[in-house]
């Protein structure tokens, strides 16, 4: 699902600001060599994070009433399991 | 395409989670995600990307769009090409009905166990290079997100009492216990189910103080966990597959991984200010919903979870995946400290 919204995101929805907290490249120096490489073959990309940059409301509730309150359509992205979260 | 972004309000949510059925259910947003749904005449899944008016007019939107951003942009086009020809009746809820919505907002958000003071990281998971020869296959780099919550008090478990450099501390089993049942489980594809109990063999996580500065105290975790579960015979989607083609007449599934980390912990704040735990694995088994069905792709195989430090954005405050129908933090009757 990550794929499938960074796709989104990369093709249609490129925002400039940054609204999550996206994982960093600090380094880490107690770590072991193998465990290091694991964490930068693992850690998303900065593009594979882009969806990252949209204000995503995080239930439709929020979408609604957002929605209504700033005189706009809502987009609703709905999946088995947290579309932000674990799909 | 960020004018495009900002000129509606993106909303994303699952459509089952404890004490929510959008598809069935009754509250004010089951039935404004029903209304919609019904607009699209697409019986095949109530997952799809849809662009609608607050009230709950279908404007554009398509179950198939999951899978085509192209779509998705269509969507969101067409969707605002018909909005500044609505009336304010035709976008707008009613008066009564936008206050039934904000008050089930309001009691959503008070249920909500987000932990404020404790700890909260991000889980990302994803396969490991199995070979120098690059994988081109398309789902090959796919990676997913969970998080992962811990209480004020649970947090604080993973910090040795003796705040001297040099101190030792065994992290209690329940906690690491709950990390092999609950988040090294393999997600990278999709879904599977959380291991109970008794198939944890390993268990363990020590922290080390490596140095004190002031209040702040840096730790080292290293530590072993290991899941293995054989199918008894009893039938489970989404955990066991069904006799076929390339199916291993006895399945078995498990994660062996081995953990190292490092974190910043704030004695006078009392929270992390940097956390990172790496579970560095062999996972086997697999199923359709986690898609390792498809290519018969049950290792054992090497795969990555990382877990670090969440943000305090809304996104981030995504429950854990294991909030589920039984409980959070809940699996075959036992429970890990949350209710």
Wanted: aromatic fraction near 8%; glycine fraction near 8%.
């Amino acid at each position: 699902m990550k794929k499938f919204v960074s796709g989104i995101i990369a093709i249609t929805l490129l925002c400039g600001t940054g609204i999550v907290q996206c994982a960093d490249s600090n380094s880490l120096p107690l770590l072991s060599t193998e465990h290091a490489q694991c964490r930068a073959q693992v850690l998303p990309s900065s593009s594979e994070q882009s969806f990252c940059r949209i204000a995503w409301r995080t239930s439709i509730l929020q979408g609604i009433v957002d929605a209504q309150n700033n005189d706009k359509p809502v987009m609703i992205v709905l999946m088995n399991g947290h579309p932000l979260g674990c799909t | 395409m960020q004018e495009l972004s900002t000129l509606l309000i993106p909303a994303a949510d699952q459509i089952e989670r404890p004490g929510k059925y959008l598809g069935v259910g009754t509250s004010f947003e089951s039935r404004l995600v029903q209304k919609i749904k019904k607009q699209s005449h697409d019986s095949v899944s109530l997952q799809g990307v849809f662009v609608a008016t607050p009230n709950g007019l279908l404007l554009s939107g398509s179950h198939e769009a999951i899978h085509d951003p192209r779509k998705v942009e269509e969507h969101m086009r067409q969707g605002l090409k018909k909005w500044p020809k609505l009336s304010a009746v035709e976008k707008f809820l009613s008066r009564d009905e936008f206050a039934e919505a904000a008050v089930e907002l309001g009691i959503a958000e008070e249920k909500s166990q987000y932990p404020h003071d404790g700890l909260v990281l991000s889980s990302i998971c994803r396969d490991l290079p199995r070979s120098t020869t690059p994988d081109t296959s398309p789902d090959r780099n796919a990676y997913n997100l969970d998080y992962a919550w811990f209480r004020k008090d649970e947090a604080r478990a993973f910090v040795p009492t003796q705040t001297v450099k040099g101190s030792r501390h065994i992290v209690p089993r329940n906690l690491v216990e709950r990390l092999a049942c609950f988040h090294f489980v393999d997600l990278v594809r999709g879904h599977t189910s959380s291991y109970p109990k008794d198939a944890v063999e390993r268990a363990e996580l020590s922290a080390e103080v490596i140095d004190v500065k002031g209040e702040l105290l840096s730790l080292h975790f290293m530590g072993r966990t290991r899941t293995s579960e054989v199918h008894n015979g009893v039938h489970i989607e989404g955990k066991w597959n069904a006799p076929g083609p390339g199916i291993p007449k006895l399945q078995t599934r498990g994660v062996d991984a081995k953990l190292e980390g490092q974190a910043v912990y704030d004695l006078k704040k009392e929270r992390f200010v940097s956390f990172t735990l790496i579970a560095l694995s062999s996972r086997w088994g697999g199923n359709a919903y986690n898609g390792r069905l498809n290519e018969r792709d049950f290792g054992p195989a090497p795969m990555g979870i990382v877990l670090e430090l969440a943000g305090k954005s809304r996104a981030e405050q995504v429950p854990p995946l294991f909030f589920g129908p039984e409980g959070p933090y809940r699996v075959g009757g036992s429970s890990y400290g949350w209710k």
